[in-house]
Every structure is written in structure tokens, then in C-alpha cells.
């Protein structure tokens, strides 16, 4: 094979491996979109499985759980609810082992120190009064749970008061929209559908929701 042959079959050679990488790029993304969505599939089971953990925690012991607050890894009550009484100053974290279920989100990963981000670790926030005391149908919120949509529109009202919030932070990992401020006294939080912007993927329980379950659980 001459010289000139040679260079002719390499050229041939790196256009067909450019080929080959535009064939690869196109076909990854459509991969990478439905793994993310099959992500988000199982990301809203799992919140589908908590409510219903907590309301089930809610049958048996007359209230909701306290957030869990333990930052070590190695400490006794780490996943575990703290109190009652509850620990608000600071967010909130699902108590999963207290409820047996799992420690984080689709895109989470187990934290290894105290010092470690909560990547994918569920956010939790219930109101005071439902998780400090025996729950009756004279309970009334205390905290003024609002949930808002991307517009800032009320998504619960005087009657539909949101009781418990729990959330994913999605695939970037981050609270995104209102749920990155946190207030204490009177919380915001924020769902939608998945934006550039947005990608939290957010549950939560209204009053009458909880008071019909307990009910039905012969609870009240």
C-alpha cells in the first residue's frame, strides 16, 4: 500500500469516527432524558410511600413524627426523629429510620460524616401541633404550612392547610425556588413541574386528608 493510499484509508478512517461520535451524542441524549425520567418515576413512589409511612406512624402513635436533625453519621440517633418537642430552627430531614424507609432519593447518596452534604436526603416539615401532641378533631395548625406553585399562587387555603411537607431536591441536588429559605414560624414551600430552574420534587398532607385517614383508622 502506497503512502498517498494510506493517508486516503486514516482520513476515511477519522470521518467515520466523527460519524460515529455525532450517531453516539444524538442517541445519549434521548438516554439521559429517560433515565432522568424513570428517576423522577421512582422519586415520586418513594414520596408516595412516605405519606403513607407517616400517616400510618400517625395511626399508631396519635401524631406525626419530628423531623430528624442528628448530623453525625456514627450518632445514635442519626435518622431517628428528635422529640417530641420538635427542633425547627434549623430544615428538617424525613426520619427514616424511625419510619423504615429508605435514606435518600433516586439521585442521593449516604453521607459519611458530619461535615458531608444531604445530597438527596428527604426534606421534612410537619406542623407543630400535629407532632408535638395526640392528634383530636379539635387540632388545629399552628405553623402556617404554605404551599405555592412556581407563580407564587396559594395551593392550600384556610381549609386545606398543609400539615406535613416532604420533598426531594431532584437531580441537581439543591432546594430550588421557596424551598431554599427556610422560616421556622411560618414556612413556604414551593411544586410544579420540572423547569430549568426547578426540579424539587415535593408531597404533602392537607388537614382534612389526615383527619379523614385517622378516622377511617379508628384513631379519632
Do not use: K
Request: hydrophobic share 45%; proline share 9%.
Amino acid at each position: 500500500m502506497n503512502i498517498r493510499a494510506r493517508g486516503f484509508t486514516l482520513a476515511e478512517l477519522a470521518i467515520a469516527l466523527t460519524v460515529l461520535s455525532l450517531i453516539i451524542g444524538i442517541l445519549a441524549a434521548p438516554v439521559a432524558a429517560r433515565i432522568e425520567a424513570s428517576q423522577r418515576h421512582a422519586a415520586d413512589a418513594m414520596l408516595d410511600d412516605i405519606i403513607d409511612a407517616l400517616v400510618g406512624f400517625a395511626l399508631l402513635h396519635g401524631r406525626l413524627p419530628c423531623p430528624s436533625i442528628e448530623v453525625n453519621p456514627a450518632g445514635s440517633g442519626y435518622g431517628l426523629e428528635q422529640g417530641p418537642p420538635c427542633a425547627f430552627a434549623t430544615p428538617g430531614y424525613l426520619p427514616w429510620r424511625t419510619l423504615g424507609l429508605p435514606v435518600h432519593d433516586p439521585w442521593g447518596r449516604p453521607r459519611a460524616s458530619a461535615a458531608a452534604p444531604w445530597d438527596g436526603h428527604w426534606r421534612y416539615r410537619p406542623d407543630r401541633r400535629f407532632a408535638e401532641g395526640v392528634i383530636t378533631l379539635a387540632t388545629q395548625p399552628v405553623n402556617h404550612i404554605q404551599i405555592r406553585d412556581h407563580d407564587g399562587n396559594p395551593l392550600t387555603t384556610a381549609d386545606s392547610r398543609a400539615i406535613a411537607v416532604v420533598y426531594s431536591t431532584g437531580p441537581n441536588l439543591l432546594d430550588d425556588g421557596l424551598n431554599a429559605a427556610w422560616s421556622p414560624a411560618a414556612p413556604v414551600f414551593e411544586t410544579g413541574e420540572a423547569t430549568a430552574a426547578f426540579d424539587d420534587r415535593l408531597r404533602w398532607i392537607g388537614h382534612p386528608f389526615l383527619i379523614a385517614r385517622l378516622a377511617q383508622g379508628g384513631r379519632l
